[in-house]
């Protein structure tokens, strides 16, 4: 199969990722290299926390969102060149266990003046657990090739 083009887009589109099951030992590898603040690190600090429990680093559950959209049904030809993010939120903690699943939808694209060959896209990508609660949002903008053999 091959990789999606600016050009196999729509606006409005919305796509959704497989689940992903966030394990215990995978926070705290992360923490440990990335993010060692004794709550995503070590259950009792966690406990006494605002968590009141182990948690993901903000940051790791961005990393899975990340691998989320580019596992996911928007595979780009030759991948998406990040622009930028807006509004990145986490308004729910990740725990141990917790399946997180990814929502894109497409908001605009636009031909790129600067880099003929490719386009820009801007989406909202929304992460859920399995409970349907929002553990992370953003928009981001991204540079994506253009499709020269598609028709018209």
């Not at 966030?22 to 993010?35: C, G, R, S, Y």
């Not at 004794?38 to 600090?45: K, P, V």
């Not at 790791?60 to 990340?66: D, L, N």
């Not at 003929?116 to 090739?145: D, I, K, M």
């Amino acid at each position: 199969m091959r990789g999606l083009y600016f050009d196999d887009l729509k606006v409005g589109a919305r796509l959704r990722s497989e689940p992903y099951r966030v394990t215990e030992d995978e926070i705290v590898a992360f923490a440990q290299k990335w993010d060692v603040q004794a709550f995503h690190l070590d259950h009792a600090a966690a406990d006494a926390s605002v968590f009141g429990g182990l948690s993901a680093s903000g940051w790791h559950t961005a990393a899975i969102a990340m691998r989320l959209f580019t596992t996911g049904p928007l595979r780009f030809e030759g991948g998406a060149v990040g622009l930028g993010v807006d509004e990145l939120r986490w308004p729910v903690a990740v725990r141990p266990g917790d399946s997180i699943q990814l929502e894109t939808e497409i908001l605009d694209l636009r031909a790129s003046r600067s880099k003929p060959g490719y386009g820009l896209v801007r989406v909202r990508n929304v992460a859920t657990n399995q409970a349907g609660a929002v553990v992370l949002s953003y928009v981001a903008n991204a540079l994506v090739l253009r499709c020269s053999t598609k028709s018209s």
